[in-house]
């Protein structure tokens, strides 16, 4: 992991001095709402539905023991006894009092943590693959590239205040786990014919009420000039962007509208940078810089290769639970003798994504005992535990029952990504977290599940798409109808994972349903595929090949017309157009 340096630890303590300040002067009322609102959003704190939310970044999803315990800390002291894991490598709290968010930076920055530059029309954190550094199929390690990007992009005093907000997503591995073609900009690392490392770049991607998938705007970028490269693609994007139609500023509408003229404009930026600016070619990476980078991701000490085959039966036949766990929570590893193991917070009785603080107190626990002390967190919304030897697998198990982390569902349908919803978010038409819950107890036979397989169910509770339920081969939507709760159903979604194929938002099956109707529609969708699908087909693949029309009709046949609307949402304080 990346270890702060003193002027990095400097950095973060002196910027929650200075919210401090701000905040004092805004209680005061010698700061005025309208002129702090930006400050306290590029720290990480909105206003939502019932209290200020605060969002605080995981660079790259890597996180320590340590710095989860004092998440936890935060959670049980600060908030409701609980946080929720985002998307994109995020965590969120939902009941800070904004009196206290002046403490809670101070505890962050205890720890090498922030809320820096999670919101605001800003370069937003930096995420990758939650296997980086330890997936087998790995081509370059994306970690040091992404510090140093974080190390750029960190109040780049030129992309403070953008049109809208902009996400980077970087990938270094064969399969795409990080969906970086649904990104602002995505990094795809790759290694052309003579070996030598570069990125090919997509740019474009976004969620939303347009939902589109990223242009390649440059197939090889040599890993020296990356940071020039995305500095001409923000400053083309910075001077043409739309700012007058918050719907319409984020650079996907700018790159579909001008298609090759954007690419012009950024090749010609790119070559102004390296041959007009002052110091222009200062960004260009020297080889001494990855390498001081590098260096803080070497594998941990104690990380020795085994020789040894894992064997889950050699002391006898292993419990059929724990072989489930072994095929569904447990992944390979670059390193002989070693696994990632995820730890599933998607269980009954929680919504997608939480964990109390007892919970953290017991991951963070694990990853002392069984993962040199670190943990990742997922694009899925989970935990992973990066340096588990096979010799510990069983031992980890049994931890992992303790504390209600070893679910074995992991790409299954209960394994679902959902925001928040409406029960927090300001911005959100519906509810997320009941409806979640009422399909996990809906499909809570575990012979089911895994006779239904791999599938991937994404729910957003409004348009902004921070479940991504574009990419769900199930997705679910909530909309908003005179006031009433509503839920939009599409099908063959993808996020550009090996399972999934090529980036494609889904589509749409037919007008919305009530809240009470979402279970029997996902059932029926299922009972579609399981009745229809060939040997060897995911749900995916039978989407695909059948198309809307039979999904549409079994859906429409579970309507009913008696379905009662959910009460209309009460008037709440709303930070526009501010979404994950």
Not at 412 to 436: E, K, Q
Not at 542 to 566: C, N, W
Not at 569 to 574: C, E, I, N
Request: aromatic share 8%.
């Amino acid at each position: 992991m990346y270890q702060y340096t003193s002027f990095d630890r400097q950095f973060v303590h002196q910027r929650a001095a200075q919210f401090r300040d701000q905040l004092t002067r805004n209680l005061a009322g010698e700061l005025a709402d309208d002129d702090f609102r930006p400050l306290r959003l590029q720290n990480g704190w909105y206003i939502q539905r019932h209290a200020p939310m605060l969002r605080v970044a995981v660079p790259y999803g890597e996180l320590s023991s340590r710095q989860l315990r004092q998440l936890a800390r935060i959670a049980r002291e600060f908030d409701r006894g609980f946080g929720h894991f985002t998307t994109r490598q995020n965590l969120q709290y939902n009941w800070i009092p904004l009196p206290k968010s002046a403490d809670v930076m101070d505890l962050l920055a205890e720890v090498d943590m922030h809320g820096i530059q999670t919101s605001g029309n800003c370069i937003r954190n930096i995420t990758s693959d939650a296997f980086a550094g330890i997936a087998a199929d790995e081509i370059v390690d994306p970690r040091p590239y992404c510090e140093i990007l974080r190390q750029w992009s960190t109040l780049h005093p030129e992309f403070a205040f953008l049109p809208r907000k902009f996400k980077i997503a970087v990938s270094g591995t064969v399969e795409d786990r990080a969906a970086i073609a649904w990104h602002d900009v995505g990094l795809q690392l790759v290694k052309n014919d003579a070996g030598e490392v570069g990125f090919k770049v997509y740019v474009g991607g976004g969620m939303g009420r347009t939902p589109i998938i990223g242009t390649i705007t440059n197939a090889f970028v040599p890993w020296q000039e990356i940071l020039i490269y995305l500095e001409a693609v923000v400053r083309v994007y910075n001077r043409y962007g739309r700012r007058d139609n918050a719907y319409k500023a984020r650079i996907k509408i700018l790159v579909k509208a001008e298609g090759q003229k954007f690419i012009d404009a950024v090749n010609t930026e790119f070559t102004k940078i390296l041959e007009q600016d002052v110091d222009g070619r200062e960004h260009i990476i020297p080889q001494s810089e990855l390498e001081r980078v590098s260096r803080h991701f070497q594998d941990p000490n104690g990380v020795h290769p085994a020789t040894n085959g894992f064997d889950p039966n050699r002391t006898g036949p292993a419990p059929a639970a724990f072989l489930r766990w072994l095929e569904r929570n447990v992944h390979a590893h670059r390193v002989p003798g070693y696994r990632a193991v995820t730890l599933s917070l998607k269980r009954a009785g929680q919504a997608p994504g939480d964990a109390t603080s007892e919970q953290m107190e017991a991951a963070a626990q694990l990853a002392d005992r069984y993962s040199l002390g670190e943990l990742r967190v997922s694009h899925d919304q989970n935990l992973v535990l990066p340096w588990v030897r096979e010799a510990d697998l069983f031992s980890v198990w049994h931890a992992a029952k303790e504390a209600s982390f070893a679910t074995p569902n992991i790409g299954l349908l209960t394994d679902m990504i959902a925001c928040p919803g409406g029960d927090f978010c300001a911005l959100a038409n519906a509810r997320s977290i009941p409806v979640a819950a009422s399909i996990t107890e809906r499909f809570d036979d575990i012979d089911a599940l895994y006779d239904i397989g791999d599938i991937d169910v994404h729910m957003s509770g409004c348009m902004n798409s921070c479940g991504h339920h574009h990419t769900g081969h199930i997705g679910i939507l909530g909309v908003d109808k005179d006031g009433s709760e509503w839920y939009q159903i599409s099908v063959a979604g993808s996020d550009g994972s090996t399972l999934s194929g090529a980036a494609v938002p889904g589509k749409v099956i037919g007008p919305s349903f009530s809240a009470d109707e979402v279970p029997d529609v996902v059932e029926a969708l299922i009972d579609v595929y399981l009745r229809e699908r060939q040997v060897g087909e995911h749900f995916i693949d039978t989407a695909r090949r059948l198309g809307v029309p039979p999904f549409r009709a079994a859906a429409d046949a579970v309507r009913r017309d008696t379905a009662a609307p959910v009460a209309a949402k009460p008037v709440a304080v709303v930070e526009t157009a501010e979404a994950v």
